[in-house]
Nanobody, 112 residues
Framework: QVQLVESGGGLVQAGGSLRLSCAAS????????MGWYRQAPGKQRELVAV???????NYTDSVKGRFTISRGNAKNTVYLQMNSLKPEDTAVYYC??????WGQGTQVTVSS
């Protein structure tokens, strides 16, 4: 059974930075596409960024130029570097693998 474990969330002031990490276990196969989603209170879960094993990336417009998704050297790891954070980035951030597997989520809170 594939499990994804996130870490790195927390409380930061507007303009600050955070780095989220996610590691998958339970599979010997490389997960081609990994990504990050987020869900703010009262809103639907939305895509933040995805990356393929080949390094192709896609970002939602609101984070372009501020967030960077990357793959780790270890198999099935993914990171999200978040800079210039805004209060509207406040949400629970979820790691996703292959559009099928989900982590438990990590809270990111940006104070104004």
């Amino acid at each position: 059974q594939v499990q994804l474990v996130e870490s790195g969330g927390g409380l930061v002031q507007a303009g600050g930075s955070l780095r989220l990490s996610c590691a998958a276990s339970g599979t010997i196969f490389n997960i081609n596409t990994m990504g990050w989603y987020r869900q703010a209170p009262g809103k639907q879960r939305e895509l933040v960024a995805v990356i393929t094993s080949g390094g192709s990336t896609n970002y939602t417009d609101s984070v372009k130029g501020r967030f960077t998704i990357s793959r780790g050297n270890a198999k099935n790891t993914v990171y999200l570097q978040m800079n210039s954070l805004k209060p509207e980035d406040t949400a629970v951030y979820y790691c996703n693998g292959a559009y099928a597997y989900w982590g438990q989520g990590t809270q990111v809170t940006v104070s104004s």
